[in-house]
């Protein structure tokens, strides 16, 4: 819970940068919209994830008897100068009030805020579908979820840098803060970002949620090498282990029958920009995309596949 209140702002809710229009945290500025009553419908809350922000908070409530509110709270460098919709009415005086109401705790009153009737059908997304791995066959692009809420979760990725860096990357794109786990920080030194950590310990870096592993070849009686998921060595095993572990390995490398049943999702690299995607007793042959954006953070000689189109 504590968790989930600090993505929400709560450091904004409890500090002293607050505006008639806006509050501060150290992420940015949040502001908090209402929707009126003829606005909440599925077409128009779907509409709140194309805005232009860093963050979007979208809150539906809904009451016991059949009446709902809805918000969305955006987060962005600087205070917005008006609302990014005209349907939308700013919560003037209530900024922190309405951040809090997205809160876990009990709700605070909005005077600026009306229940109206629950639509007869509200169809809202929860969450991101995954993260995009590329392109099937028939032309449909894939995406995989690498995290789940309420169970542990590994994934193994078989590829070289060009692929597993990208992967992890837009693991960090769908919302996770990451921590690199390695031995050899100059390799992965290319994607070091503001969610995205490189340490060369078993400690995670704090508020992790995704932890990446290297894998190394399975050790002789003796050694020193650290186990993760269901007897894959790695090279730094994550102490605390946080709910989710991306092991990363070079291409090529196979996984025993046991071993591959310790992980939910497997990702391997079948020649140069494509990858064999086995999840959920499924598999997927999958062109991956190559986004130019990404190269940076790939640190490799211009990149002679496929680019995404």
Same mark, same amino acid.
């Given at each position: 819970?504590?968790?989930?209140?600090?993505?929400?702002?709560?450091?904004?809710?409890?500090?002293?940068?607050?505006?008639?229009?806006?509050? !501060?945290?150290?992420?940015?500025?949040?502001?908090?919209?209402?929707?009126?009553?003829?606005?909440?419908?599925?077409?128009?809350?779907?509409?709140?994830?194309?805005? !232009?922000?860093?963050?979007?908070?979208?809150?539906?409530?809904?009451?016991?008897?059949?009446?709902?509110?809805?918000?969305?709270?955006?987060?962005?460098?600087?205070?917005?100068?008006?609302?990014?919709?005209?349907?939308?009415?700013?919560?003037?005086?209530?900024?922190?009030?309405?951040?809090?109401?997205?809160?876990?705790?009990?709700?605070?009153?909005? !005077?600026?805020?009306?229940?109206?009737?629950?639509?007869?059908?509200?169809v809202t997304e929860i969450g991101p579908s995954g993260v995009l791995i590329g392109k099937l066959s028939n032309g449909d692009r894939l995406?995989?979820?690498?995290?789940?809420?309420?169970?542990?979760? !590994?994934?193994?990725?078989?590829?070289?840098?060009?692929?597993?860096?990208?992967?992890?990357?837009?693991?960090?794109?769908?919302?996770?803060?990451?921590?690199?786990?390695?031995?050899?920080?100059?390799?992965?030194?290319?994607?070091?970002?503001?969610?995205?950590?490189?340490?060369?310990?078993?400690?995670?870096?704090?508020?992790?949620?995704?932890?990446?592993?290297?894998?190394?070849?399975?050790?002789?009686?003796?050694?020193?090498?650290?186990?993760?998921?269901?007897?894959?060595?790695?090279?730094?095993?994550?102490?605390?282990?946080?709910?989710?572990?991306?092991?990363?390995?070079?291409?090529?490398?196979?996984?025993?029958?046991?071993?591959?049943?310790?992980?939910?999702?497997?990702?391997?690299?079948?020649?140069?920009?494509?990858?064999?995607?086995?999840?959920a007793g499924q598999n997927w042959l999958v062109e991956m995309e190559m986004f130019r954006a990404e190269n940076r953070y790939v640190s490799?000689?211009?990149?002679?596949?496929?680019?995404?189109?």
């Amino acid at each position: 819970m504590a968790e989930l209140d600090r993505r929400l702002g709560s450091d904004a809710v409890a500090g002293s940068a607050q505006r008639w229009k806006a509050i !501060r945290g150290e992420a940015g500025w949040m502001t908090t919209y209402a929707y009126p009553a003829e606005a909440i419908s599925s077409r128009v809350l779907s509409q709140a994830w194309t805005l !232009r922000a860093d963050e979007v908070i979208q809150n539906v409530t809904v009451y016991p008897d059949a009446t709902c509110t809805a918000t969305i709270t955006v987060r962005t460098p600087t205070p917005a100068p008006t609302p990014p919709s005209v349907i939308l009415r700013r919560l003037n005086g209530e900024q922190a009030a309405a951040a809090a109401a997205n809160m876990c705790g009990p709700r605070p009153h909005l !005077r600026g805020q009306r229940r109206c009737p629950l639509p007869a059908q509200l169809v809202t997304e929860i969450g991101p579908s995954g993260v995009l791995i590329g392109k099937l066959s028939n032309g449909d692009r894939l995406m995989i979820p690498v995290t789940d809420a309420g169970e542990l979760s !590994r994934v193994f990725v078989a590829a070289d840098d060009t692929i597993a860096k990208r992967i992890v990357i837009r693991v960090v794109g769908a919302g996770e803060r990451v921590c690199v786990h390695t031995r050899d920080q100059e390799r992965w030194a290319s994607v070091r970002m503001p969610q995205l950590s490189i340490v060369g310990t078993p400690r995670p870096a704090p508020r992790t949620t995704v932890g990446v592993v290297e894998y190394v070849r399975r050790r002789k009686n003796g050694d020193d090498g650290k186990s993760e998921g269901s007897g894959v060595d790695v090279a730094i095993s994550p102490t605390p282990r946080p709910a989710s572990v991306i092991t990363i390995a070079r291409p090529g490398t196979s996984l025993s029958e046991s071993d591959r049943h310790g992980f939910e999702v497997t990702i391997e690299q079948i020649d140069r920009a494509t990858v064999k995607v086995g999840a959920a007793g499924q598999n997927w042959l999958v062109e991956m995309e190559m986004f130019r954006a990404e190269n940076r953070y790939v640190s490799l000689e211009p990149v002679t596949m496929s680019i995404g189109r």
